[in-house]
């Protein structure tokens, strides 16, 4: 058995692979049409409050919950999970939507 070509006799032989080339320019978006029709789940939070199972048990019809917010205050946008922006609860043709008042960056 000849061991040419391999690292240490082990017969494990290094890899090569082909140039990939220039690739996009930095913060270039790629072509999204792969992936434009995954959905993802989209949340608005409007606070948050810690209750103890028994609280949580005292709940009834009319219960009122006191969230960890001042009224008026930005909501969150959050996309699985994920903050992403801020914004305002706005009324619509009678239904709830939020206006966007500020994207999120990410580090």
Not at 59 to 70: A, Q
Not at 73 to 90: E, K, Q, R, T, Y
């Amino acid at each position: 058995m000849s061991d040419a070509g391999t690292l240490g006799g082990s017969g494990v032989a290094p890899a090569a692979f082909a140039d990939l080339g220039p690739g996009g320019a930095p913060g270039m978006p790629a072509d999204l049409d792969l992936i434009s029709d995954i959905a993802m789940s989209l949340t608005v939070e409007l606070g948050r409050v810690k209750l103890t199972v028994r609280d949580l048990l005292a709940l009834r019809e009319g219960s009122l919950i006191e969230l960890d917010r001042v009224a008026g205050s930005p909501v969150d946008v959050m996309v699985n999970g994920s903050l992403v922006a801020h914004g305002d609860v706005v009324v619509v043709d009678d239904e709830l939507g939020v206006r966007i008042t500020e994207i999120v960056k990410r580090p």
